[in-house]
């Protein structure tokens, strides 16, 4: 009884009950810049390759986008996504604004294949502010963003591939997240018509 009464508010909802409070959402964009810069630098003076260096940055991504999941689904109430399109949707628009302030570019199917799906984004935020040293020649930091990607979906039961591309688009760059989903997955999508 009495550790009931501590566990309840004074309006009678069990702590479990009320809605988990937003808190400080935005963190300054130097902030943020200053601390993917030494994770950057820590990640590549363990590493001897580019590949290396953009595996380790998905891996730190992974648990990121798992949590950041959790987090906006508790925070907006959402129902939870079974569709490739409406978890694909969900991702672009409303984790990708939790996490950098804007939704993503643009959300593609692949012509090629049906089980790939890529989101375009013009200038990722952890691209931005790095300056890629010469013997790390083709090094895209946005692996995090990918990592976290494959963090959501793994979280939500869409198992895939997540990998990030540099593509030249009408004469400009822009990371790509490619996305190859598992065969299981894409079972699902046709039993569910």
Avoid at 15 to 34: N, W
Avoid at 53 to 71: S, W
Avoid at 88 to 101: E, P, Q, T, Y
Avoid at 149 to 175: C, I, K, Y
């Amino acid at each position: 009884s009495d550790l009931r009464m501590a566990s309840t508010s004074q309006k009678g909802k069990a702590i479990v009950d009320r809605p988990v409070p937003r808190g400080k959402t935005e963190v300054s964009l130097s902030a943020f810049c200053f601390l993917f810069s030494e994770m950057v630098q820590y990640y590549q003076t363990r590493v001897n390759t580019t590949q290396e260096l953009e595996k380790k940055l998905a891996g730190a991504g992974y648990g990121v986008g798992a949590r950041m999941l959790e987090l906006v689904c508790f925070r907006e109430k959402a129902k939870r996504e079974t569709r490739i399109v409406g978890m694909l949707s969900h991702i672009k628009d409303n984790i990708w604004k939790a996490m950098f302030g804007k939704a993503a570019d643009a959300l593609e199917r692949s012509t090629a294949n049906e089980d790939e799906y890529m989101i375009h984004e013009k200038e990722p935020l952890v691209n931005t502010y790095v300056s890629v040293p010469k013997d790390f020649g083709h090094l895209n930091c946005a692996s995090f963003v990918a990592g976290a990607v494959h963090g959501m979906l793994d979280s939500a039961d869409f198992p895939a591939r997540v990998t990030a591309h540099t593509v030249q688009f009408a004469n400009e760059a822009r990371t790509t997240i490619l996305i190859k989903f598992s065969q299981e997955v894409m079972e699902r999508e046709k039993r569910l018509g």
